[in-house]
């Protein structure tokens, strides 16, 4: 799967704490006169900007005062072209080869509370690579699902171990969720064109935001030449229609839309698409946005880092901004098997779009973007044993609910004995992936249930419920490691009611329909 990072972009397919700044208790006031600008303004109109470097993308934060015409000045000044300016949470992305962009702008206090270069490589032109191969599913193992299917059950679904365990398949004899529900997939694109996704799929709800600008022309959501099929197979999982054909998804009967962010080639998800998305999901009412990945080039983001600092600034006005829309955030805890909890970790891939520099790194003041963002539903992985997946990342009050992401050590008893997760896969095919990729669209489509069963709740009532209608697990005494041997499950710690591995617990379709 794509570069999808520890996310489920390593996506291992076959083969908090964050004290939200000042300015994240509010909007910046786009109708508020402009604070004085200091001295450096006008040093930096008097001069012409070096263009020496290379050509990289920036996000400004604008201060809470600050109009966002002054700031576009003070960006053409410093030597940047502004891409796009996000009013509605005082945010430009621009480009710039002046070496010293950031630096200029930091300088000018009166508008810019950070700004940082969202990733450590130029722009490139549009490229395309091999990617990892999914294991697909074998026509003998799809004819002997099929054989095995009851009435009522999808062709594919006696493979489905994972509806099962969130009791999805008896959810779905009481209700299927609304159409007037749409999750937004936030990912490497959609295939819309697939047979089993097709009639759920919301072409007006849909977008490419790569670059940072939204493109809604036909087909712009759709996966690159390159051919990634992750946002492809998590649209599966969370709304692929009971229509007779392939599998079911969590909520098959919601919509499901595309908002691509990903780079082509390099499936990178750098800063300027994913505000984007998160933009274009507010502003086209979508209710439940699910996000299977990390930002790029940084896995863990430090606020003592200016450049990082923004990122996090940037992207938390953007997640509240759409929350406060009415738009839930679920995202997965990563695949990278660490605990987010601890005092330390050890970041050795980032940034990934260079060279990665290993550094020792805390991950309350570190981030992980999106998925350690306050309001954001953080997924944890578990196979079909219910043990937590031997890659996923865990942490107590960190993560906040777990799902089926899949687990090859974890064997089901299923027709194809598989334990990972069968979802839609480019071509009209089907195939298997394992990660905590696969886990968010699971809790994604529980809560697109929950959305359609109370119509009204917010989205910190939608969390609630997800949170308290979870089955409760405690640690296990044994789990996987990635050779497939058991080991002491030392590293699971509760308290509150929670555990680090399942939060508060696995999610439950049926209880959500109820």
Known sequence: ???????????????????????????????????????????????????????????????????????????????????????????????????????????????????????????????????????????????????????????????????????????????????????????????????????????????????????????????????????????????????????????????????????????????????????????????????????DPWLFNCKTDDDQKALVEAIARATKYAERKGTLHVASAGNSNQDLAADSLVDDTSPNDTTPVPRTIDPSVCLDLPTQLPGVVTVSATGDKGLRSYYSSYGLGVVDVAAPGGDKWQVPATPDANGRVLSTVLGGGYGYKQGTSMAAPHVAGVAALLKSAHPSATPAQLQTMLKFQSTKAACPTQIYDAAGALIDATTCASKWGQTGYYGHGVVDALKAVK
């Open 1 to 295: 799967m794509a570069h999808l990072g520890p996310r489920s972009r390593r996506a291992l397919s076959v083969p908090v704490g964050l004290a939200l700044t000042a300015s994240l208790a509010f909007l910046p006031s786009v109708a508020a006169s402009a604070a004085p600008l200091d001295n450096t303004a006008g040093t930096a109109a008097a001069s012409k900007p070096e263009t020496s470097g290379p050509k990289l993308s920036y996000v400004a934060n604008l201060n809470t005062y600050a109009t966002m015409k002054a700031a576009k000045k003070a960006v053409e000044r410093a030597g940047g072209t502004v891409v796009t300016a996000y009013e509605q949470i005082g945010v430009v992305v621009a480009h710039s080869q002046n070496p010293d962009f950031a630096k200029q702008l930091r300088a000018q206090r009166g508008l810019f509370v950070s700004v940082g270069a969202t990733r450590t490589a130029p722009l490139q032109t549009v490229q395309t690579t091999e990617e990892g191969a999914t294991q697909q599913l074998s026509a003998a193992d799809a004819a002997k699902a099929a054989a095995q299917a009851q009435d009522g059950q999808e062709p594919l679904e006696p493979n489905q171990w994972d509806l099962r365990t969130i009791k999805a398949d008896e959810a779905h004899k009481i209700n299927d969720g609304s159409p007037d529900v749409t999750v937004g997939i936030i990912d490497t694109g959609v295939d819309d064109t697939h047979p089993d996704l097709a009639p759920n799929f919301s072409k007006g709800q849909s977008a490419n935001c790569v670059g940072g600008v939204a493109d809604t022309s036909e087909g712009a959501w759709r996966p690159y030449a390159d051919g990634s099929d992750h946002g492809t197979h998590v649209a599966g999982t969370i709304g692929a229609p009971r229509n007779g054909l392939g599998i079911s998804g969590v909520a098959p009967g919601v919509k499901i839309a595309a908002i691509k962010v990903s780079e082509p080639g390099t499936s990178l998800f750098y800063t300027e698409a994913v505000v984007c998305g998160f933009m274009f999901a507010a502003e086209k009412g979508i209710e439940v946005t699910n996000n299977s990945y990390y930002v």
